[in-house]
């Protein structure tokens, strides 16, 4: 099977996510997945991204352009990129691949 791909950067704009070290999670969030669209596009994979701008999106919007990007199909795998602040040492990196049927 082919898979479309749909890049999402957690939170933007108003909803900044979480903080620390002087690192913003939304910023980081969207240079990650900025960087992924990029390189899907290059090595021919359909793909389209939820924002590639700091905007905010309300959780119903955002799920509206998930589904309006290729539709609601086995095909479609999201991700949705977060990072998570921890409370140790080092950090986390959440990837959250999901295919989203009705
Ligand atoms: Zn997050």
């Known amino acids: 099977m082919d898979y479309k791909i749909v890049i999402d950067a957690g939170h933007g704009g108003d909803d900044p996510g979480a903080s ?7 910023d980081l969030n969207l240079k990650i997945s900025n960087y992924m669209y990029d390189r899907f596009r290059e090595l021919g994979v359909p793909v389209k991204i939820i924002r590639s701008t700091d905007e905010t999106i309300s959780p119903t919007e955002r ?29 986390s990196v959440t990837n959250k691949c999901i295919t989203i049927k009705a």
């Open 20 to 26: 620390g070290n002087g690192i913003i999670e939304k």
């Open 63 to 91: 799920v509206d352009r998930v589904l309006d990007a290729f539709g609601n199909s086995d095909d479609v795998v999201v991700i949705s990129n977060h990072i998570n602040a921890g409370g140790g040492e080092g950090q």
